[in-house]
């Protein structure tokens, strides 16, 4: 065990080997349906969740991590390390950062820092990763904050869906209203900033819609090595397409290919697509 522990959210779609590798403690996400909860990821697969979306006309609902689902995880890794550094979804689309603060505060035994990535998915993923590294590598309990704090404004997400009804009905992009009454049919793209989904682009087609983000990526990172993931809800031949344009065009130091987690994939519906990423120095 590491003398920091790393802990996230389930929203950070961080693949398992990779969450195996550096021991990053993710507590679940909720997800609700027909009176039932999931621990997003645990409980239920995302084969699951597609075929209740493509099946059922009741739409699934996701809720935080409760203040004691992250005072167990804390509590257990007291005795164990020297410090813990847990890194959430954006505070502005969940209650996630709320209840891990909370949570925190009722643990005097080691130092907790709880972090608001401001972000989600694996660019929130990209966020605990390179803590994760850093704690890898030796570093104290600031040394790791401040690789958070360094990495933090770099990371990018872009997201392009095959349907709107899953995101309009989600109410957390209000610009996609106008699109779900529009005659026009778009495969919108969407990106975080400031810590809220905002609409980016509104492409005719989706391979227009991969194309733009590839070249907007360019426009932000240009030949800088990268670290890039490739996001899908049930599309993996698309994302390992995707993953292998993005390879020949950019420097990429990782690429990861990944599936969004459950409860994103109910969010972004099936056949969405998306990518994270950031730059470093130089290059």
């Known amino acids: 065990?590491?003398?920091?522990?790393?802990?996230?959210?389930?929203?950070?779609?961080?693949?398992?080997?990779?969450?195996?590798?550096?021991?990053?403690?993710?507590?679940?996400?909720?997800?609700?349906?027909?009176?039932?909860?999931?621990?997003?990821?645990?409980?239920?697969?995302?084969?699951e969740v597609y075929r209740i979306l493509r099946k059922d006309n009741e739409f699934p609902t996701a809720s935080a991590p409760s203040v004691g689902d992250f005072l167990r995880v804390y509590t257990e890794l007291s005795g164990e390390v020297?410090?813990?550094?847990?890194?959430?979804?954006?505070?502005?689309?969940?209650?996630?950062?709320?209840?891990a603060l909370a949570a925190s505060q009722l643990v005097e035994d080691v130092p907790i820092r709880v972090v608001d990535s401001l972000t989600a998915a694996l660019s929130q993923g990209f966020v605990v990763l390179e803590a994760a590294r850093a704690v890898a590598e030796g570093c104290a309990l600031d040394a790791v904050l401040q690789r958070v704090k360094e990495v933090l404004p770099k990371v990018n997400l872009f997201v392009t869906f095959d349907t709107l009804k899953y995101l309009h009905r989600s109410g957390?992009?209000?610009?996609?209203?106008?699109?779900?009454?529009?005659?026009?049919?778009?495969?919108?793209?969407?990106?975080?900033?400031?810590?809220?989904?905002?609409?980016?682009?509104?492409?005719?087609?989706?391979?227009?819609?991969?194309?733009?983000?590839?070249?907007?990526?360019?426009?932000?990172?240009?030949?800088?090595?990268?670290?890039?993931?490739?996001?899908?809800?049930?599309?993996?031949?698309?994302?390992?397409?995707?993953?292998?344009?993005?390879?020949?065009?950019?420097?990429?130091?990782?690429?990861?290919?990944?599936?969004?987690?459950?409860?994103?994939?109910?969010?972004?519906g099936p056949g969405s697509l998306g990518v994270a990423f950031w730059a470093e120095k130089g290059g």
């Not at 961080?14 to 999931?38: A, C, M, Q, T, Y």
Request: net charge neutral.
């Open 1 to 47: 065990m590491a003398k920091i522990a790393i802990v996230t959210d389930s929203i950070a779609d961080i693949p398992e080997d990779l969450v195996r590798k550096f021991e990053i403690h993710v507590v679940p996400v909720w997800l609700n349906f027909k009176g039932k909860s999931f621990r997003d990821g645990v409980d239920i697969s995302h084969q």
């Open 82 to 99: 020297e410090g813990i550094v847990s890194i959430h979804v954006s505070s502005k689309l969940s209650a996630t950062y709320s209840a």
């Open 172 to 268: 957390r992009v209000p610009a996609v209203a106008a699109l779900v009454g529009s005659l026009l049919k778009v495969n919108p793209i969407v990106y975080v900033e400031d810590g809220l989904v905002k609409l980016l682009e509104k492409p005719r087609t989706k391979a227009r819609a991969v194309q733009r983000m590839a070249e907007i990526m360019w426009e932000r990172i240009g030949a800088r090595p990268a670290h890039i993931a490739v996001i899908h809800a049930d599309v993996l031949d698309e994302a390992r397409e995707f993953g292998k344009e993005i390879a020949s065009r950019f420097n990429c130091v990782e690429l990861i290919i990944a599936e969004f987690t459950p409860v994103m994939g109910a969010f972004t």
